[in-house]
């Protein structure tokens, strides 16, 4: 996507040397525009756990780039658990995220079976790139399934502005490019349809204020930034047409694990009769556990991103500054589970589907001969 008129992915092998992976540094967007090198799966598993990189599809390809470092490292003779030791590290820097565990068994499944170093190198980048290429690709047929339910509402609405709430940055910067959530919105845009975005901010890390926000003025969608409290109040004044959000983790039976507050944010549209959607690459997908409340593990961040807020001074310095009392206790889950009942529908790379255990199962059929149906 477009960062002033070039284009950028979140992350790449650089040009000359292919053993060093670039990513962007998120932590200082939107005001420092920063490109970090990756080299050692130190490095990878510190951009993850403190989110450099973040996002459930970017994550995904940033532990894809990562294995093939380790494959680039890995000592001779001791190979195999020098790749274990780099998966279990990378697997525990972030729980809730599916695509982190899915890429790394990827990874592992297709590097065990090469029996030189040269073999697993070359193997374990291709696989790094492919992951990262589908991650793009997933995204782009995700944005044409979702302009369908936007090009209908708009039309519904005799082509006035079509009002859609986010949460959190499900956009190209939780991806590789294009974004799922923001998928739509961007083709809609693209092809003259008009939208504007209401953006919950996001607290604690406020990637809905900082990166959300960023990209959309990046790519010229009219948008309007809203504090986390506000979507129930304009979707109870006819203010808000569709919530599309991302997700870290959708059960195969339909129950959505993302940024916490995204369940209030799918009560109020419930009650409001408001279409939510939920738009996701197959690899986000959870297909052993039928549970989202009781089994989807919810990551529990320090209480330092709840009390400390960073951003720009008016002489335009960053600094972070204490928001409580000092020494405030406080609590910090980084997502919650919205049920499946409260999901219109999921928008995934192979089309729309309700959140539904047998409707997923048939989009993806390869998936349910290991259930019991
Ligand atoms: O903690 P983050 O910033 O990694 O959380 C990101 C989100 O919750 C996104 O909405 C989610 O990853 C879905 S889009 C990939």
Redesign the pocket.
Known sequence: MKVKNSHYRTIWPDAEDNTIIKIIDQRLLPHRFIIEELRTVDDFCLAIRD?HV??????GATAGYAMYCAALAAPQGEADSYFKEAAQRLVAT?PT?KNLAWAVERQLSQISPEKDREGRIKKSFQVACEIADEDASFCQQIGEHGLKLIAAISKKKGGKPINILT????GWL??VDY???TAPIYAAHHTGIKVHVYVDETRP?L?GARLTAWELKEEGVPHTLIADNTGGHLMQHGMVDMVI????RTTYTGDVA??IGTYLKALAAKDNNIPFYVALPSS?FDWEIEDGLRQIPIEERSGDEVNYVTGLTRDKKIETVLVPPEHTRSVNF??DVTPARLVTALITERGVVAADRDEILRMFPEKKESKNS
């Open positions: 989110m973040r996002g459930a599809g970017l994550i972030r995220a949460h959190c940055n499900a939780a991806f974004g799922s959530a890390w990637q959000v991302g997700t870290d993302n940024k986000t980084g997502f």
